[in-house]
């Protein structure tokens, strides 16, 4: 059954090994019947309707939250706020006039995340979960659903269910912009499809991972992850992935920030991975990790082909330039798996932490 190791020692290695099918999975999923990317017709209405969105989520969704961010502000022009959920219950920002908020969770238990949901309900604004869970609390308590597809994610490690948050807000997002007859020259179907065998590639190369982690991070006390523009975004999940089941102390940074006060930390040998996969901001963040490098730092960037470079430690395929996440979290995420295991770290079960956290 689907939440069987079979051969698989971990069951995040099984997870990661998803992610393509996943993908395949939701875009079957939100197929209508033309044949195009389609949502739920009540939930397109609310969408439409907001003049302003609200996604509340903890730890590996609330980054899946900020690429949300980008995609239903650039693809259909709605101005979106991402917060925390035990941040959010005691620090409101003030609300638009229409408001629509999305819980983004794995599991639809989440404590901090639920509170937050009984009270916008209070309030009386419309509410949306995404969730891998169906009929979880979340999903049950909210207006709307839209559902995940990822199957039983068990490691406490996120790494499908991220990899899903980010291609159904996509699907979200795009569906929208369309019906908003926002001017989207692409069809992300086939680029959907594209990045799924991206993943695929990555997947398939994972010795060269277990190479990096151990080159990298077998005996390092601290690590960074380093981008600009959603590359960040995606360095703060790298970093996230890596303290959670390696236990080596990892910071996500916006490139141009690290010189504001990070920049000390770095030592001879600290490891820093960039990434590399916007062309607008490629140059800047190759500056980056010259500055880095001029200071001790051993340097690891993962590019994506099309803006790589002689001398990039990781190429990865090339995919629409909104839906790099969805690959280039995956080196990540195999990096991280690899380093936990050359440390002998539990990568299923992480000290100290819980699958779903259901106390506030
Ligand atoms: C826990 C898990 C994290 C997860 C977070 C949010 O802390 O260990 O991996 O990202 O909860 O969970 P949710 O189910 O709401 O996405």
């Known amino acids: 059954s689907d939440i069987e190791k079979g051969t698989y020692p971990h069951y995040m290695l099984k997870e990661m090994d998803e992610q393509p099918t996943v993908i395949r999975k939701i875009i079957q999923a939100y197929e209508g019947e033309n044949g195009e990317l389609a949502i739920d017709a009540d939930i397109l209405k609310a969408l439409r309707a907001a003049n302003r969105l609200y996604i509340i989520a903890a730890g590996t969704s609330y980054h899946a939250g900020l690429i ?177 089941i390696s236990y080596i102390q990892a910071e996500g940074f916006a490139g141009g920030e690290l010189k504001h006060g990070t920049i000390a930390l770095i030592e001879e040998g600290t490891p820093v991975f960039a990434l590399v996969t916007q062309e607008d901001v490629a140059l800047n963040i190759r500056g980056n990790v010259k500055e880095v490098t001029a200071r001790g730092a051993y340097p690891c960037i993962i590019a994506m082909a099309g803006v790589d470079e002689d001398g990039d430690r990781l190429v990865i395929p090339h995919v629409h330039e909104l839906l790099t996440p969805l690959v280039s979290v995956v080196p990540l995420q195999l990096i991280s798996y690899y380093a936990a295991l050359h440390r002998r770290c539990d990568v299923d079960k992480p000290r100290n932490l819980a699958k779903s956290v259901t106390v506030e």
């Open 68 to 244: 949300g961010k980008q995609y239903f502000e650039k693809m259909a022009g709605i101005p979106v706020e991402v917060h925390i959920s035990s941040e959010f219950g005691y620090n409101m920002p003030l609300l638009s006039e229409r408001p629509l908020f999305i819980f983004i969770t794995q599991s639809g238990e989440t404590a901090d995340s639920r509170q937050v949901l009984v009270k916008i309900k209070e309030l009386g604004y419309p509410t949306l979960t995404i969730t891998n869970v169906p009929g979880s609390t979340l999903s049950r308590e909210a207006d709307h659903t839209l559902l995940l597809h990822a199957g039983p994610e068990i490691a406490v490690a996120s790494t499908k269910a991220y990899v899903a948050q980010v291609a159904v807000l996509a699907v979200a997002a795009y569906v929208t912009a369309k019906a908003n007859g926002t001017g989207l020259e692409f069809d992300l179907k086939q680029e959907l499809a594209i990045a799924a065998n991206g993943i695929q590639t990555i997947i398939d190369s994972k010795d060269v991972l277990e190479d990096i982690a151990e080159d990298y991070l077998k005996i390092a006390r601290n690590a960074f992850f380093i981008g600009r523009n959603i590359d960040f975004y995606v360095s703060l999940e790298g970093a996230l992935k890596l303290k959670e």
